[in-house]
């Protein structure tokens, strides 16, 4: 069974960046960061597939965030840049274990069927 443990989330000030992390255990297709603020929905953040060169982001961090696999770690990075306060949320790692090789689906941010607990990113002044 796949295990997932974020850490890396803490305070920062606008502007700043911070380096969220994602422990796998297990084999997974595709591993995706998804956030929700206070008072707010879900919301996909960035998801990468088998390899590094297959990763989709949403609009709203495009540019910001990069998200990376590290095989030697056996963990996901998401790197964030520029952060907004409008960034601020819990960060939850989501893995796709059961639904195949199938990169389209994992890149709308659909079929992620294991989940970490999160970590908590806040950006203010």
């Known amino acids: 069974q796949v295990q997932l443990v974020e850490s890396g989330g803490r305070w920062v000030q606008p502007g700043g960046s911070l380096r969220l992390s994602c422990a796998v255990s297990g084999f997974t297709y595709a591993i995706a960061w998804f956030r929700r603020a206070p008072g707010k929905i879900q919301e996909a953040v960035a998801a990468v597939g088998s390899s590094n060169s297959e990763t989709n982001y949403a609009q709203s961090v495009k540019g910001r965030f990069t998200i990376s696999r590290d095989t030697a770690e056996n963990a996901v990075h998401l790197q964030m840049n520029r952060l907004k306060p409008e960034d601020t949320g819990v960060y939850y790692c989501?893995?796709?274990?059961?639904?195949?090789?199938?990169?389209?689906?994992?890149?709308?941010?659909?079929?992620?069927?294991?989940w970490g607990r999160g970590t908590q990113v806040t950006v203010s002044s």
């Open positions: 989501a893995a796709g274990t059961l639904g195949g090789p199938w990169w389209g689906r994992y890149r709308s941010f659909d079929g992620y069927d294991t």
